[in-house]
T-cell receptor
Framework: SQTIHQWPATLVQPVGSPLSLECTVE??????LYWYRQAAGRGLQLLFY??????ISSEVPQNLSASRPQDRQFILSSKKLLLSDSGFYLC???????????FGQGTRLTVV | DAKTTQPTSMDCAEGRAANLPCNHS???????VYWYRQIHSQGPQYIIH???NNETNEMASLIITEDRKSSTLILPHATLRDTAVYYC????????????FGKGTRLHILP
């Protein structure tokens, strides 16, 4: 069966520090991959999505970036965090020949 | 993708049926209606989807109007664990692109 791993579950980082969140999917190949952010009390905002290795589409211009170095690995990064980067970050995957997306458990990031 | 309109919040008594409406008046002929829910501090969970016929699974039923401009998600016997934000999304099935969530409906199940 397919599983998605996202870590860490919680993270507290100072302003100006770098960020790296990793998401991996097991049990499938060539999935679509997604990064979302949810600020406190707000909806899900799509940040990036990828339909293949090295193919990244950005939805929101900001100081975050995403990379897909391997088929089932999706990384969200920042060189310098801002206070406004605080939120709940969710990774998701969707099989190509299926209609529903599956989400990880999320990372709660607090920038202080 | 077509946009959807949902009430901001709803209450439902435990044990009763919860009926969550969604308007999607600009839906295209090849777009499906999907429902997800997000329990507090967790990732969204897929519930059900349909094109034009009513659908039922172990979690819920989906009723789509004949003109496909609106739909209703029905949780037949709501429990406290059904308290969550419910998202209605319309999109083309199997398309390799983004999945956009709206603000959803915050459903409170009352004991």
């Amino acid at each position: 069966s397919q599983t998605i791993h996202q870590w860490p579950a919680t993270l507290v980082q100072p302003v100006g520090s770098p960020l790296s969140l990793e998401c991996t999917v097991e049990g499938t190949s060539n999935p679509n991959l997604y990064w979302y952010r949810q600020a406190a009390g707000r909806g899900l905002q799509l940040l990036f999505y990828s339909v293949g290795i090295g193919q990244i589409s950005s939805e929101v211009p900001q100081n975050l970036s995403a990379s897909r170095p391997q088929d089932r690995q999706f990384i969200l990064s920042s060189k310098k965090l801002l206070l406004s980067d605080s939120g709940f970050y969710l990774c998701a995957w969707k099989p190509r020949l299926n209609t529903e997306a599956f989400f990880g458990q999320g990372t709660r990031l607090t920038v202080v | 993708d077509a946009k959807t309109t949902q009430p901001t919040s709803m209450d439902c008594a435990e044990g009763r049926a919860a009926n969550l409406p969604c308007n999607h008046s600009t839906i295209s002929g090849n777009e499906y209606v999907y429902w997800y829910r997000q329990i507090h501090s967790q990732g969204p969970q897929y519930i059900i989807h349909g094109l034009k016929n009513n659908e039922t699974n172990e979690m819920a039923s989906l009723i789509i109007t004949e003109d496909r401009k609106s739909s209703t998600l029905i949780l037949p016997h709501a429990t406290l664990r059904d308290t969550a934000v419910y998202y209605c999304i319309v999109r083309v099935a199997n398309r390799d692109d983004k999945i956009i969530f709206g603000k959803g409906t915050r459903l409170h199940i009352l004991p």
